[in-house]
């Protein structure tokens, strides 16, 4: 018999990226008591990895509970990215319901309608939560609007657009049903949650079953499995079966040895876990997202949709540069593979594969951002390595046409830059399909653009509109291709020979373009050290010293002016390299080189390809 499970509500929090899901989780924890009231805490607590701290945004989806009134409350937080869109696709299996965070100057983005309509295909109850309404500028009245006419174009049914709007300063820890209404806490946000998203619901007298929506993953219990129990129970020393919706053929007997609630921000040890619980079930070496955990006696899989396919790959390789091996701890190919390999028992949107040569591996994943985020994870765990210029992935339809990914992309610029971008994203074969004035002399800019004409877009997105646009791309499906782009108009300044960069040799080079090396940098021949002020490579000499001789000219001792070399971060090294180029990428160093390092066989294979051309 289908009961309701009262003490209980699961719910995600989605949003388009900076809209502020984090910082609404964290007043989430700070008044429902999760911590002391003397506890130091730090600021978006959940998210714990470095990367995510320090660049500010959410990569993986993370759990947590809290108990308001005696109901339990499990809260899923979840990516705004795009890159990172295949953890929220999932995670929502395991929710009755959404909380959608609005910034109340922004209003709906492209991430929203995203995450938005994966709520809508799963029939999920919204709350909408106006967030940043003591934000300068907030307009929260007509952000109501834009909302609704979001759901409409996303055909919501009737309840959906009938749904409650809280407004919220997630910073302050307050929030209100009314955008005039003095704000003291979040308590209206939590009532909502429990009056308005419904309670699971399940037969607990049926067989167990238990999707797998989200894995993690640890060095001393291996896979952890997350998901919520549909159906039954679920408890320790259990035998349970394994069978997968997309594959009928699998089924694995296993044992449930470790089982976990979530409370807080800790996971706690359970014996035992009831229909509409979310756990953590640990123990299970071939575990993967999508499996459904059943007693042998029903053996039933629950339906999941398939995850995204990867968009953009890059070609990992074995660092092969003179000056390899000198800062990792892990250089070699079976390192590098062992480590690829492992990201995909947590990371559901990338695909790894083996090539031809045992030295390099294809790895593909959502976007740049998602590649960028692997590949300094790696170098901060003392992985060295080289990585080629990120390529789209194509497809081909029954004619045999080629078909590429394309984006939407969401520009917001002032005015007086919007030209710039037209030109710009127009030379990469991108088409203006909107154009909308904003207050505050704005101008909200949407293309239709393929996904390789954003690689390495972004740096001279930030030089064409001095700092002040905002960007914003999702994933719009395969369309026919569109035609070359030219990427990149200049040339690279190429080292002539291996040695030590002194400051006379960088003075003579730096004539010829920008420099992205200082004095003291080892180089070596066919390394970059510089962006060519034309659009030809230059091949130059950053070791040469002075000849000393006995003659004195008065201004000899006259001090070298050096221009400050461009030190780039590792997204615009993966911007700036071009299909010819390499990023050599060491726990210390980043460093951009040809290919080919020897100038003579370079040249031939470029004569080569050109022949062929």
């Known amino acids: 018999m289908i009961t309701k499970r009262e003490d209980i509500r699961n719910v995600a929090i989605i949003a388009h990226v900076d809209h502020g899901k984090t910082t609404l989780v964290d007043g989430l924890l700070r008044q429902s008591g999760v911590f002391r009231a003397n506890q130091e805490v730090q600021e978006r607590v959940m998210d714990s990895g470095d990367i995510e701290r320090e660049r500010g945004i959410t990569i993986l989806s993370k759990n947590t509970a809290v108990n308001y009134g005696g109901v339990k409350i499990n809260i899923v937080d979840t990516p705004g990215h795009a890159d990172f869109g295949g953890e929220v696709e999932r995670v929502l299996k395991m929710v009755n319901g959404v909380i959608l965070v609005v910034d109340a100057f922004e209003g709906p983005m492209p991430q929203t309608r995203f995450v938005l309509s994966k709520a809508m295909a799963l029939d999920l109850p919204v709350i909408v939560c106006i967030n940043k309404i003591d934000r300068p500028g907030a307009r929260p009245t007509e952000v109501i609007d834009e909302v609704l006419e979001l759901l409409m174009d996303l055909g919501a049914s009737d309840e959906q657009i ?210 960028s985020v692997l590949i300094e994870t790696m170098r901060r765990e003392g992985y060295e390595f080289a990585v080629s210029k990120a390529e789209v992935i194509y497809k081909y339809d029954e004619k045999g046409k080629r078909l590429e990914p394309m984006e939407e992309c969401v520009i917001d610029v002032p005015d007086e830059f919007a030209g710039n971008v037209i030109q710009k994203l127009g030379e990469r074969k991108g088409e203006l399909v909107g154009m909308e004035s904003r207050e505050g002399g704005f101008s909200r800019l949407t293309f239709s653009i393929p996904s390789r004409g954003l690689i390495g877009y972004r740096g001279d997105f930030l030089t064409d509109t001095k700092g002040n646009g905002v960007m914003n791309t999702i994933f719009a499906g395969y369309a026919p291709y569109k035609g070359d782009i030219a990427y990149r108009k200049q040339g690279s300044l190429i080292a002539f020979e291996a040695g030590t960069a002194v400051a006379y040799g960088l003075f003579g080079a730096q004539d010829r373009g920008q420099l992205f090396i200082g004095p003291g940098e080892e180089v070596y021949a066919g390394m970059i050290v510089g962006q060519s002020g034309k659009a030809v490579d230059i091949d130059v000499n950053v070791c040469k010293t002075k000849h000393l001789t006995n003659t004195r000219s008065s201004s000899a001792d006259e001090a070298l002016r050096l221009t400050p070399p461009k030190i780039m971060s590792l997204e615009q090294a993966i911007e700036y390299v071009d299909t010819d180029e390499l990023l050599e990428v060491t726990p210390n160093h980043l460093r951009l080189r040809k290919k080919i390092l020897d100038p003579r066989l370079r040249k031939r294979a470029a004569i080569s390809a050109a022949a062929k051309k």
């Open 162 to 371: 009938d749904c409650p709007f809280v407004f919220a300063s997630a910073r302050d820890g307050i929030s209100m049903m009314d955008p005039d209404e003095e704000g003291t806490s979040l308590k209206p946000l939590f009532e909502t949650i429990i009056n308005y998203i419904p309670a699971p619901e399940g037969d607990p007298d049926a067989g167990t079953q238990m999707l797998i929506s989200t894995i993690d993953y640890n060095e001393y219990v291996g896979r952890i499995g997350v998901g919520k129990v549909d159906n039954g129970s679920i408890r320790v020393g259990q035998d349970c079966v394994i069978v997968n919706h997309h594959d009928p053929d699998t089924m694995r007997k296993v044992r449930i040895s470790k089982l976990y609630e979530f409370e807080g921000l800790k996971r706690v040890e359970v014996e035992e876990a009831k229909i509409g619980s979310i756990v953590a079930v640990s123990g299970i070496s071939d575990l993967h997202i999508g499996d459904t955990i059943c007693s042998p006696e029903a053996p039933e899989a629950i339906p999941f949709q398939k995850i995204s396919e990867p968009t953009i790959s890059m070609t990992f390789n074995v660092n092969d540069s003179p000056l390899a091996g000198q800062d990792g701890k892990y250089v070699t190919s079976r390192h590098i593979r062992d480590r690829l390999y492992r990201e995909l028992n947590t990371d559901v949107s990338l695909r790894v594969e083996d090539t031809d040569t045992t030295e390099s591996f294809k790895v593909s994943g959502r976007g740049e951002l998602h590649l």
